[in-house]
């Protein structure tokens, strides 16, 4: 089945510097690939996603690039804001048919320092 | 639309106890899946139904779990007998397409 393995786990950066939380999906056939935001207990919601037959995607601050080549997928913040501290999690899915698999990486603790 | 609704939110069994999660899905979403959140093993995917149907529980840990979805508006996840190890934050999610999926607020369970 699929991997998805993120880095880093923890990332500090000062208030208005950018982050880049990276990802690596094992199964070439994987064809979406999502970002979620989860805030201290709470659920973990859906901020921006890419399809594969995109390079890259941006919604303001936040911008996603995708290489299928290299099968890595990143998530870059600009302009950081405290209120963007939470813990960022990537997937990758397959869509076939009715099947679908959305794989999740462990997630990185994103912590903005004010 | 309210989103996806859990409940409860919070479980707090004793060992050995049956405990029955549930879930409503947004209107009109024909994928329901179950996901575990622990902090050793992250969110890992249990089962997901595609109208109604299971379609893969290869997440299922054990015969202790079992899921159903009796209609497009209801599911349950069920633990017989619970264990310590099940304690976790349970999420229910559902999507229009199986792509974006969209996450309840989760059912903390704790079994004692």
């Known amino acids: 089945g699929e991997n998805v393995e993120q880095h880093p786990s923890t990332l500090s950066v000062q208030e208005g510097d950018s982050a880049v939380i990276k990802c690596t999906y094992s199964d070439s056939a994987s064809n979406y690939f999502p970002w979620y935001k989860q805030e201290l207990g709470k659920r973990p919601q859906l901020i921006i996603d890419?399809?594969?037959?995109?390079g890259e995607k941006k919604d303001q601050r936040i911008a996603v690039t995708l290489n299928k080549t290299a099968k890595h997928f990143s998530l870059h913040i600009t302009e950081t804001q405290p209120e963007d501290s939470a813990v960022y999690f990537c997937?990758?899915?397959?869509?076939?048919?009715?099947?679908?698999?959305?794989?999740f990486g462990s997630g990185t603790q994103l912590t903005v320092l004010p | 639309d309210a989103g996806v609704i859990q409940s409860p939110r919070h479980e707090v069994t004793e060992m050995g106890q049956e405990v029955t999660l549930r879930c409503k899905p947004i209107?009109?979403?024909?994928?329901l899946f179950w996901y575990r959140q622990t902090m050793m093993r992250g969110l890992e995917l249990l089962i997901y139904?595609?109208?109604?149907?299971?379609?893969?529980d290869s997440g299922m840990p054990e015969d202790r779990f079992s899921a159903k979805m009796p209609n497009a508006s209801f599911s349950t996840l069920k633990i017989q007998p619970s264990e310590p190890r099940d304690s976790a934050v349970y999420f229910c999610?559902?999507?229009?397409?199986?792509?974006?999926?969209?996450f309840g607020q989760g059912t903390r369970l704790t079994v004692v």
């Open positions: 139904f595609n109208n109604n149907v299971p379609i893969d």
């Open positions: 997937a990758a899915s397959i869509s076939s048919g009715s099947a679908r698999q959305l794989t």
């Open positions: 999610a559902s999507s229009l397409t199986g792509s974006e999926a969209f």
């Open positions: 890419i399809r594969s037959n995109v």
């Open positions: 209107s009109g979403h024909d994928y």
